[in-house]
């Protein structure tokens, strides 16, 4: 796996998934796994996209799940080709979302994997029906637990509260968790 930590990738043609990936859960492994799938399918490099912090740490203070170090160690597992971490900032917060479509056509994104409630760009203005109208974009469905709940990384914050190994490493998928500023 190649890391692109800011640092422009040029591509003739990718597959490319999504995300801040915080936690790494089963439900962000799956949407990767089916987004490195296509790459081979299609024969092309799969990409992930990713932010450093995640955005949600970034404006909301909450506590990061996953070290970039964990996160990159992760994906490397998924057979994943190529990681780009965009450092999020103040100043890459306030790239307008055409800017970022510019980033995904420069690595050739002949297909785009997120999940449905996917943003991105100044403000959440960019969805996926805009998204759509440039790039494939394949929406994974919502992976849950067995309860049917959504699995996501707000709420393995939420139970670390209250100290819930045991169902954290259910949604996790795996029985290891470090975390920072906890
Ligand atoms: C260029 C760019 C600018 C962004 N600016 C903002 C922003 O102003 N406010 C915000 O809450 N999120 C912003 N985000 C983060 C997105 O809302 C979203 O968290 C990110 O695309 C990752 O998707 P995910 O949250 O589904 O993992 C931005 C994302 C990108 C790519
Ligand atoms: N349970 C899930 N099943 C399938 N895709 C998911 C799931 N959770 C998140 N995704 C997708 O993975 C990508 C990265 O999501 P993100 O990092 O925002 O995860 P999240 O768990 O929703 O985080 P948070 O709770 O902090 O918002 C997005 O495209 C999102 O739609």
Redesign the pocket.
Known sequence: MRVFKDRELFLPSSVV???????L????Q??IRQAVKRARELDVPSVVYTFDP?P?AYFQK?IVLTSLDEKLALMEKLTVDYIIVASFNEHYAARPSADFLDELIQIGACEVW?????RFGKGKEGDIKFLSNYFQVNT?????CDQGK??????I?ELLKNNDWLEIYQLLGRESLKTLDV
């Open positions: 998934s999504i995300g801040a990936f915080d936690g859960h089963k439900g962000h799956k949407l995640p949600r909450q997120v999940g449905s409630d996917f994974y469905p919502f992976v849950t959504k699995i996501s990384s707000t709420r914050r």
